[in-house]
């Protein structure tokens, strides 16, 4: 049962409310989520707010365990785990992204749901290497695993940043050449 829970029910449904959050952006407040980067910042917002109240419940449970396990805690979810959700739930935020940039129908409403199904296949080995190897497994599958993804992560949103400055100098290079914009160099 602790299994499922932490390697299905907890992925499944946390990553499916901090989603819907995304979604409801995406729909009502389309003007301010313009592309893949909007989707990374909206994701990692919403995902911190809900790591910080998951954290704080922890922590609470914790100091009524002792000292140890309140280390513990703090050590794994303080300063090995603190971008945990915002990498999981920037799965979705890139999914909803590519849909707000595309103009084709299906790629709309299919990316927002590949995005999703990243968030928890990542969340359910982030989980699932904690219940099946211990904190050994967790330790040896965080070197090899997590961490080579959150720096692949990191780059994929310098180059996202990268691409919306082109972009955008493209775009206003008709302004520039007119004088109404001043260059910037």
Request: net charge neutral; glycine share 10%.
């Amino acid at each position: 049962m602790r299994f499922y829970s932490a390697v299905v029910s907890a992925p499944v449904f946390e990553e499916g409310s901090k989603g819907l959050g995304l979604v409801l952006l995406l729909i009502f407040f389309r003007r301010y989520f313009d592309d893949i980067l909007d989707g990374i910042v909206f994701a990692g917002v919403i995902a911190l707010g809900f790591a910080t109240v998951e954290n704080v419940l922890y922590y609470g449970r914790a100091i009524n365990e002792g000292k140890e396990t309140l280390i513990a805690l703090l050590i794994m979810r303080g300063v090995m785990s603190p971008f945990a959700h915002v990498s999981f739930t920037a799965m979705t935020g890139i999914g909803c992204g590519i849909a707000r940039e595309s103009h084709n129908t299906f790629v709309r409403i299919l990316l927002p749901i590949i995005g999703y199904g990243g968030a928890i296949l990542m969340y359910a080995i982030w989980n699932g290497m904690a219940v099946i190897g211990g904190l050994q497994g967790f330790v040896i599958t965080y070197f090899i695993l997590e961490v080579p993804f959150f720096l692949i992560f990191v780059g994929f949103a310098f180059y996202t940043m990268y691409r919306q400055n082109k972009i955008l100098k493209e775009m206003l290079a008709i302004d520039v050449a007119r004088n109404l914009i001043a260059k910037l160099d």
